[in-house]
């Protein structure tokens, strides 16, 4: 088992959706969590960083935490065709700078 | 938004060669990074550096070297490139804090092989 999954998806939603990603993870030692944005021939680009539980609130866009069922979630609203891009989440532990990456989830936002 | 520049950008060369891809960021990062992504897969780290004269290995064994000589420069180097090395290597940094800081990524080298 991986310890951090996430569905490769696609998922095709259309334009003002609401759009919901997630990840599992098996290691309770995860306390750092981001969500990554990449556009296709792009580097992933930082979308939101939050520590421990709870939820974080971006313009779009908001990442839940939840350590007691180890799963994190990326929420967003009104979504737009430029959203279509793959969003990676990635989480490491306390100590450790080096994130363990999922697979990512490609999203496609349709006119 | 994060300054950390790759080059080249695509190459595609043969057999054989000796490969270096380049990777400057302009932050001040004490941290870099490279991993390599394949498509649909998880990134995998190859090599990262937590300063000047600090390499180590990561989990995925590619058969390259790296060096960091200065802190914005952390150059990979493939001696002798083969069709498995085919790719795309993507560079990052992170800064220095009381807490884990996030990695920033440059916008990557896409390699192929022949």
């Known amino acids: 088992q991986k310890e951090v999954e996430q569905d490769p998806g696609p998922l095709s939603v259309p334009e003002g959706a609401i759009v919901s990603l997630n990840c599992t993870y098996s290691?309770?030692?995860?306390?750092?969590f981001m969500w990554y944005r990449q556009y296709s021939r792009k580097g992933p680009e930082l979308l939101m960083y939050t520590y421990s539980s709870g939820n974080k609130e971006d313009g779009r866009f908001t990442a839940q935490v939840d350590k007691s069922s180890k799963y994190i979630s990326l929420f967003i609203r009104d979504s737009q065709p430029s959203d279509s891009a793959t969003y990676l989440c990635?989480?490491?532990?306390?100590?450790?700078?080096?994130?363990?990456f999922g697979r990512g989830t490609s999203l496609i936002v349709h006119p | 938004e994060a300054d950390i520049y790759q080059t080249p950008r695509y190459l595609v060369i043969g057999t054989g060669k000796k490969i270096t891809l380049e990777c400057s960021q302009t932050m001040g990062h004490d941290k870099m990074y490279w991993y390599q992504q394949d498509p649909g897969m998880e990134l995998h780290l190859i090599h990262y550096s937590y300063g000047v004269n600090s390499t180590e290995k990561g989990d995925l064994s590619s058969e390259s070297t790296v060096s960091r000589i200065r802190t914005e420069h952390f150059p990979l180097t493939l001696e002798s490139a083969r069709p498995s090395h085919t790719s795309q290597y993507l560079c990052?940094?992170?800064?220095?804090?009381?807490?884990?800081?996030?990695?920033?990524f440059g916008d990557g080298t896409r390699l192929s092989i022949l």
């Open positions: 290691n309770s030692a995860f306390q750092y």
């Open positions: 990052a940094s992170s800064e220095t804090g009381d807490i884990n800081q996030p990695q920033h």
């Open positions: 990635a989480m490491s532990a306390g100590g450790s700078y080096i994130p363990t």
